[in-house]
């Protein structure tokens, strides 16, 4: 075991699950916390500590939040860094404006915690592998007090600068490309069924073509297969790139085409998509065309 390190997961979801076995099978001593006890009970089979955030805040090195939004966020920090031991670190890495980042950061600073500007990407897959991408910014001790779960959950670490803020930009940008490229994916995939072309060819084809993308090839496949198992929910997007827009409002800048992607996820929300996986979107250009999907 890590000697004297220990970590806490605060969210196992489908990226946090994946993170904290990671960090287990890194032999660090790693507990995790969630609100649902089936998520909690799969943690301790894995060999976890299954705990209450309040009971080892002051015992941990490093708290790592994989929880939805902001708030979330905002809450745990507000809740429990005040009691956390002077030079431990908060590694945040849920998807987050980057003005908010620089808030937490200082609210951490005043109670004496290195702060992490973490937000990650890579999917639950890499996740469960040790194999996430983490965009990443905080001063050198932030680095340093969270580089042994850094090691054991990353296969890539982008060190973005030396305060919070510039990883979360760039996980906006990610963002932004990542929620184009599967509406574009849905619209490209209902668009051949239009002319004629199953799905799945469209997948096999394209997924050998310029026209491809990493999404395209990762989600076009559930499209075909008509499985809408969330792995990343349609309103993680309506999240995501309500942030883009947003951000994007605040800074006098046109982004045409996250605006319209938005638009389709929040369709899809709308229409009680919003917890099926992000691919679901496709059936709003389905539904407005007549077209059945497969």
Not at 237 to 242: H, S
């Amino acid at each position: 075991m890590t000697s004297n390190y220990s970590v806490a997961v605060a969210g196992l979801g489908s990226m946090g699950m994946g993170m904290a076995k990671s960090l287990l099978k890194a032999d660090i001593e790693t507990y995790g916390c969630d609100v649902s006890k089936d998520r909690l009970d799969e943690f301790s089979s894995a060999g976890g500590n299954a705990s209450e955030l309040s009971d080892i805040a002051a015992e941990i090195d490093c708290l790592i939040l994989v929880v939805v939004n902001a708030t979330q966020t905002e809450s745990i920090i507000n809740s429990h860094v005040a009691n956390m031991k002077q030079g431990s670190v908060v590694m945040s890495c849920a998807t987050v404006s980057p003005e908010f980042a620089k808030e937490m950061q200082s609210f951490c600073k005043q109670n004496q915690v290195h702060y992490l500007d973490a937000p990650i990407s890579g999917g639950s897959v890499k996740a469960s592998k040790g194999q996430i991408t983490v965009l990443a910014s905080g001063t050198d001790d932030a680095f340093s007090k969270a580089r042994p779960a850094l090691d054991a959950m990353a296969e890539k670490v982008f060190e973005l600068g030396n305060t919070a803020g510039p990883g979360s930009a760039l996980k906006v940008v990610n963002q932004l490309l990542a929620g184009v490229h599967i509406a574009a994916a849905a619209e490209a995939i209902t668009f051949g069924i239009s002319q004629g072309i199953d799905a799945q060819t469209t997948v096999d084809v394209i997924s050998q073509c310029a026209g491809t993308s990493w999404m395209f090839e990762n989600r076009g496949p559930h499209i075909a297969d008509g499985d809408y198992t969330p792995h990343s929910a349609v309103d993680i997007f309506v999240k995501d790139l309500g942030i883009v827009c947003n951000i994007a409002s605040d800074s006098a800048f046109t982004a045409p085409l996250a605006s319209t992607a938005y638009s389709q996820f929040k369709e899809a929300s709308d229409k009680g998509l919003g917890g099926e996986d992000d691919s679901a979107v496709a059936k709003i250009y389905a539904e407005k065309a007549g077209l059945k999907l497969p």
